[in-house]
């Protein structure tokens, strides 16, 4: 059984908790608990506040920081203050694999075509189809040649190639780069959150670090004060032991 003298009431929510649930307000970081003091100017450094509720308010106070730095605030940041509330990854394996199941007949169809025609193999194939036909309307037929020079049916094909190979292309590259466009977002969520974080750990390390120099000044004084009670029952223990004819000499 729990020893109710081991509860701790929270300051926020009024709930009782045991004490292993509760954070003391001293030892919130310093812009946290301002924060907090805000909505509840009540609060004191002796109380405590529940584990359950703190991320609500880490969340608050990372939405206030955010929208007095970078104004107002998108989709995406509030992505990310959800994720700190809720305690989410927000990074995602990058597989395209679930994308690449859904395309459509089209999608499929530009996607070949886009890598067909931006591979060696086509600018070879394509190269040794021009020099055929230059060759077979100079060199082969000297008579009835179906495109004789300046190659007027020969530039007509290329211009219709190029006038259905161009959007099928970008087709592909629109795909492309909507799946870039997703992953920069990410990217941007995952270090926007990385540098919330690290800016949290160094405020948490640095109000560690003068809290711990504090106390260990509080400590050097009691131990003064101590060496200080030793020494002089030291020379009261000496003063009593010394003989009275020895005094009266002196």
Same mark, same amino acid.
């Given at each position: 059984m729990t020893d109710p003298s081991d509860n701790r009431t929270c300051a926020i929510s009024g709930k009782t908790v045991a004490a292993s649930d509760c954070i003391p307000c001293a030892s919130l970081r310093p812009s946290l608990l301002a924060f907090i003091r805000k909505k509840h100017p009540e609060l004191s450094d002796d109380e405590c506040i529940s584990r359950d509720i703190l991320p609500e308010l880490k969340a608050a106070f990372v939405e206030e920081a955010l929208s007095e730095e970078i104004g107002e605030i998108t989709d995406l940041e509030r992505n990310v203050i959800e994720s700190? &509330?809720?305690?989410?990854?927000?990074?995602?394996?990058?597989?395209?694999?679930? =994308? /690449?199941?859904?395309r459509s007949f089209g999608d499929r169809l530009a996607d070949r075509i886009a890598s067909f025609g931006?591979?060696?193999k086509f600018i070879i194939i394509f190269a040794t189809f021009i020099f055929g036909w230059i060759l077979l309307n100079v060199v082969i037929l000297t008579t009835k040649q179906p495109d004789p020079y300046p190659f007027i049916l020969l530039n007509l094909l290329l211009s219709c190639l190029a006038?259905?190979?161009?959007?099928?292309?970008?087709?592909?590259?629109?795909?492309?780069?909507?799946?870039? &466009?997703k992953r920069a977002e990410q990217?941007?969520?995952?270090?926007?959150?990385? =540098? /919330?974080?690290?800016r949290h750990l160094h405020e948490k390390l640095d109000h560690l670090l003068h809290h711990h120099g504090e106390r260990l000044l509080e400590?050097?004084?009691?131990?003064?004060e101590l060496l200080r009670q030793l020494v002089d029952r030291g020379k009261e223990k000496?003063?009593?032991s010394s003989p009275p004819g020895e005094d009266a000499g002196r």
């Amino acid at each position: 059984m729990t020893d109710p003298s081991d509860n701790r009431t929270c300051a926020i929510s009024g709930k009782t908790v045991a004490a292993s649930d509760c954070i003391p307000c001293a030892s919130l970081r310093p812009s946290l608990l301002a924060f907090i003091r805000k909505k509840h100017p009540e609060l004191s450094d002796d109380e405590c506040i529940s584990r359950d509720i703190l991320p609500e308010l880490k969340a608050a106070f990372v939405e206030e920081a955010l929208s007095e730095e970078i104004g107002e605030i998108t989709d995406l940041e509030r992505n990310v203050i959800e994720s700190i &509330r809720e305690h989410e990854v927000i990074s995602e394996h990058p597989d395209d694999t679930e =994308e /690449l199941s859904t395309r459509s007949f089209g999608d499929r169809l530009a996607d070949r075509i886009a890598s067909f025609g931006g591979s060696w193999k086509f600018i070879i194939i394509f190269a040794t189809f021009i020099f055929g036909w230059i060759l077979l309307n100079v060199v082969i037929l000297t008579t009835k040649q179906p495109d004789p020079y300046p190659f007027i049916l020969l530039n007509l094909l290329l211009s219709c190639l190029a006038a259905f190979q161009a959007p099928v292309i970008m087709m592909s590259q629109n795909r492309g780069e909507a799946r870039d &466009r997703k992953r920069a977002e990410q990217d941007y969520q995952i270090n926007l959150k990385a =540098e /919330l974080e690290i800016r949290h750990l160094h405020e948490k390390l640095d109000h560690l670090l003068h809290h711990h120099g504090e106390r260990l000044l509080e400590i050097q004084t009691i131990q003064t004060e101590l060496l200080r009670q030793l020494v002089d029952r030291g020379k009261e223990k000496e003063g009593a032991s010394s003989p009275p004819g020895e005094d009266a000499g002196r």
